[in-house]
């Protein structure tokens, strides 16, 4: 490191999504910025990876969201035109599942509310537009045409060579060890395995390493293992960005999401929180497993026959999750000059420009110019940090704190979908669960008797989805 500065307007921790994106925002702002990543950069060790990922403006886990991604596409155009790399390509998406469920009446709800162009489709009527889709006839889709996808890779290099051209240090291959507030509260220094730097500010965004380097977020910043398939189309014109929609599906089996062929053969699909194991990133094993592709392929076969060819790729992940599935942004509670990105619980990549734009804001001023409100740490922890310490209402009260989780155990309660008062439970379910227990009978992820992804509010009774027509 020799001839590089030790000192920095702000340093910043985890350089992939999230982490570049800061410190582009900051570098343009004229600051003297470091980021830090152990790993590659890009990577596929974290969550900034696997080619597309889903971005979407109708957005059913909670409304206030939307006025975020509006401004994330307006920061995607922005790098792209800076860099001339396309990062996000449209081809619309579909939120679909029954018609008391929190997946369809969510994203039509937040259409409804933010005045956004969207059709109602039922599982009929999406085939007739969308052939590569098989969804049921009872089942109503959500299409809103701004929705596509993201290409991590290259908007993480974009970003980061939009902050070297602004002045930017960005170090790979470079394991933070410590961080530590200087003695007269106003700085931090960052030790690493090469160095030690200071800074007036630093931002973590470490993905599913976050917890190691704030310790109060154990138990409520939790890496989970994630697996995903692309399969060969039978019918390769079905799945191309013109002719297939990118999807969040809720079906009996789940609820699972997908893409369109784009940047490597097949036809990608996922399944939510997958087999809800909770994972060290170090750790886990990253190989996928003959049963996690052929839970995949069911699903393939079943809903989407014609885009379940060989198998191509299969690649694990991680989410992080926290607690009520939310994201946890705000300042440290102790040092303000420290501000954490955490908890994206696997749907926050598309907010990655955004979020970048947020950071920077604490970063340099300790406020920001977007309401993140619903992402303050005391939420969790009952501890008020100075950005909303002046905010009437905002202190908790331990009674209704969320208090955090072991991390060998679940992180939500287990509930059921229901249908017209049914609850779904069939044979089909019931036998999957009971392999999935078989793969892993000590598993506490597995308490019902049938699998289901037990991590949204789509899963409420049906007296508890709300009405808003």
Known sequence: MIGYSKRFHTIVLGVGGMGSAVCYELAKRGKRILGIDRFDIPNDMGSSHGYTR?????????????????????????????????VLVKTGSIDAGPADSWVFKGSLQSCVEHGLAHEVLTGSELKQRFPGYNLPHDILACFQPDGGFVLPEPATVAYVQAAHALGAEIHGHEEVLDWQPLSNGEGVRVITDRAEYEADSLVIAGGAWNSRLLPFLRGMAVPERQVLAWLQPDRPEYFTPATFPVFNALVPEGRYYGFPVHTVP????????????????????RQPSDFDEEVLREFASRYFPDGAGPTMILKSCMFTNSPDRQFIIDLHPEYPQVSFAAGFS??????????????????????????????????????????????????????????????????????????????????????????????????????SDYYHDSTDPRYWEQEDVKPFW
């Open 54 to 86: 889903i971005i979407r403006l109708a957005y059913y886990e909670h409304p206030s969201y939307v006025m975020l991604l509006k401004r994330a596409y307006e920061l995607w155009a922005e790098v792209e035109a800076r860099t001339g790399t396309q």
């Open 266 to 285: 097949g036809f990608k699909f996922g399944r939510y929180h997958h087999f809800e194991e909770i994972v060290e990133p170090d750790t886990y094993d």
């Open 346 to 447: 696997g749907h926050g990549y598309k907010f990655a420009s955004v979020i970048g734009e947020v950071m920077a804001d604490l970063a340099e001023r300790q406020d920001s110019r977007h309401n993140i409100s619903l992402f303050n740490i005391a939420r969790l922890t009952g501890k008020v940090s100075k950005l909303y310490e002046n905010i009437p209402g905002m202190r908790v009260s331990a009674g209704n704190r969320i208090q955090p989780q072991p991390q060998s155990r679940i992180l939500h309660p287990n509930r059921r979908i229901t249908r017209g008062g049914r609850r779904l439970s069939t044979p089909r379910e019931i036998s999957t669960s009971r392999r999935i227990q078989q793969r892993n009978p000590t598993s506490r992820s597995f308490q």
